[in-house]
């Protein structure tokens, strides 16, 4: 028995918003998408690096408003990488938490991207 890394679904509004959103802003990559027909909602897979995610505009698969945690190594990177884009509608900034820093950022639809990196005590003490 094994389990995979889980691949959340977060609910979106506009195609065009969540493009912009997570294909320009924060460089993922589009996987697929899928419509059951002509005018019928999307449902979208996205990937950067090794964090997948379903977008839906189906009504049900999940609720707007979602947070997904997300670990990453050498935030400080990420953070240069996003605010250079000067995305009119977010500018990261990194905070520091007692398990290490965090930069949490909303997409248009609600949902939050927390992306962290653990403080290297946390590294090495839990492997």
């Given at each position: 028995m094994r389990?995979?890394?889980?691949?959340?679904?977060?609910?979106?509004?506009?195609?065009?918003k969540a493009k912009e959103f997570y294909l320009d802003f924060l460089g993922f990559k589009l996987e697929w998408e899928h419509r059951f027909g002509d005018n019928f909602p999307l449902y979208a897979r996205i990937k950067r690096s090794e964090l997948i995610i379903d977008l839906s505009e189906h009504y049900g698969?999940?609720?707007p408003g979602a947070t997904i945690f997300v670990p990453v190594e050498n935030i400080d990177v990420l953070c240069s990488e996003l605010?250079?884009?000067?995305?009119?509608?977010?500018?990261?900034?990194?905070?520091?938490?007692?398990?290490?820093?965090?930069?949490?950022?909303?997409?248009?639809?609600?949902?939050?991207?927390?992306?962290?990196?653990?403080?290297?005590?946390?590294v090495t003490a839990n492997p």
């Open positions: 389990l995979s890394p889980a691949i959340p679904i977060l609910r979106i509004f506009s195609e065009d698969d999940a609720i605010r250079a884009k000067q995305y009119r509608y977010a500018k990261p900034a990194i905070e520091p938490v007692p398990w290490g820093r965090v930069m949490e950022i909303s997409d248009p639809f609600g949902n939050r991207l927390r992306f962290s990196e653990a403080a290297k005590s946390d």
